[in-house]
Every structure is written in C-alpha cells, then in structure tokens.
T-cell receptor, first 113, second 115 residues
Framework: DVKVTQSSRYLVKRTGEKVFLECVQD?????MFWYRQDPGLGLRLIYFSYDVKMKEKGDIPEGYSVSREKKERFSLILESASTNQTSMYLC????????????FGDGTRLSIL | AQSVAQPEDQVNVAEGNPLTVKCTYSVSGNPYLFWYVQYPNRGLQFLLKYITGDNLVKGSYGFEAEFNKSQTSFHLKKPSALVSDSALYFC?????????????FGKGTKLSVIP
C-alpha cells in the first residue's frame, strides 16, 4: 500500500511565523501535490512537483512556496503566516502519467493565531 | 478550462437503499474522471476512475460509477448503502490532453446513511 505521511496532524503557529509542512511518500512516485481544503470550497491546489527540484504553481500559490530536494519528500512553506492560511493541508502523490490516481496523506490541520 | 460540479451538498439515504452521488463536468477535450472518499479526520481515498472504454466503472467497497458523455456526468452509485458509507465524497476531473497533472475537484457531497 502507498503511504503518504504528513509530519504533523495538528499545528498552531502565530501570525508572521515561517511555517514548514513536511510530506513523505514511500512508493517512489514522481508526482507530489499540496492542497488546502476549506469547508464549502473543496480542495484547491497550491503547488505540485513532477520531479526533484521541479515545481509548478497551482490555483492558489500566493503566500506559499515549496521545496523538493529528494524524490520522496515535498515541503510546503508559509513564508509569513497569516490568519487566512488557517486550513486543512493535504499532501498527495502519484505515479507519472495523467490517468494515475493520487494518494493522500491524512492532512495537517493548521491554525494561525 | 476544466471544471466539475457536485450539485448536492448533502445526500441522505436509508441503510439498505440504493445511493447516488451526482457529478457533472466540463472539459474542452475528453475527460479522465475520479471519485474519492474522505472519512472524518482522514485524507482522501481513491475509489474508482474512468479513463476510456466501458461506461460503467466498478471500484472499491462495492461502489460503481456511470460515465455519460452526452450528459457530461459521472454519478457514483451503490446498490445497497451501509452506515459505514457515511463520509464526504469528491468527484475530480482532468482534461485530455492536459499537458499538466492538475486535477480539479468538486466541492464535495456529504453522504449520510441512516440506520
């Protein structure tokens, strides 16, 4: 079974802090994704990566950056956290190929105070 | 541009009855279509996908979905609902050719199966 592990289930940070969310997958998947999930809005793509050191912006990249130094690890960075970034963050991975399903981690519920 | 709509925020069904969760999509070419389920405090789990071929797709936990090109729909179905099916269900679409791995998700439908 594919396992996508997000480092924290719950995280509380303060406005202005730099926040790191970590995601690791164990199935040698080429593609990795970061989404945020908000009630009534569904999932919105922040960034994705199709290879090491490669990244592409999703629908809502503003205020975020990402890092993929190793194939199995994809980090989401909030450069200067703001209260409107309070959300559930979901990481996913998939094999190369545009008909491959994505496999999700259990999410990090982030609160910015 | 690709988009997907789930017209019902919530669906209630009695245990043992058939269930349907609706999804319609819009793409410029042909679609890849996916259904996912999310249980409380968990990530999304893949249920099934339509790529090409047979319009009736069978997936995990007894779920199936019917692709209807003329109605641009991909409704999720199960012949007999279980209480344990209560969860949040997401439909997702990718346009072909996409040139991108980006999926577009619907806003989700909360399914409640009543004992």
């Amino acid at each position: 079974d594919v396992k996508v592990t997000q480092s924290s289930r719950y995280l509380v940070k303060r406005t202005g802090e730099k926040v790191f969310l970590e995601c690791v997958q164990d199935m040698d998947h080429e593609n990795m994704f970061w989404y945020r999930q908000d009630p009534g809005l569904g999932l919105r793509l922040i960034y994705f990566s199709y290879d090491v050191k490669m990244k592409e912006k999703g629908d809502i990249p503003e205020g975020y950056s990402v890092s993929r130094e190793k194939k199995e690890r994809f980090s989401l960075i909030l450069e200067s956290a703001s209260t409107n970034q309070t959300s559930m963050y979901l990481c996913a991975s998939s094999l190369e190929g545009d008909n491959q399903p994505q496999h999700f981690g259990d999410g990090t519920r982030l609160s910015i105070l | 541009a690709q988009s997907v709509a789930q017209p019902e925020d919530q669906v209630n069904v009695a245990e043992g009855n058939p269930l349907t969760v609706k999804c319609t999509y819009s793409v410029s070419g042909n679609p890849y279509l996916f259904w996912y389920v999310q249980y409380p405090n968990r990530g999304l789990q893949f249920l099934l996908k339509y790529i090409t071929g047979d319009n009736l797709v069978k997936g995990s936990y007894g779920f199936e979905a019917e692709f209807n090109k003329s109605q641009t729909s991909f409704h999720l179905k199960k012949p007999s609902a279980l209480v344990s099916d209560s969860a949040l269900y997401f439909c997702a679409v990718r346009d072909i050719p996409a040139g991108s791995y980006q999926l577009t998700f619907g806003k989700g439908t909360k399914l409640s199966v009543i004992p």
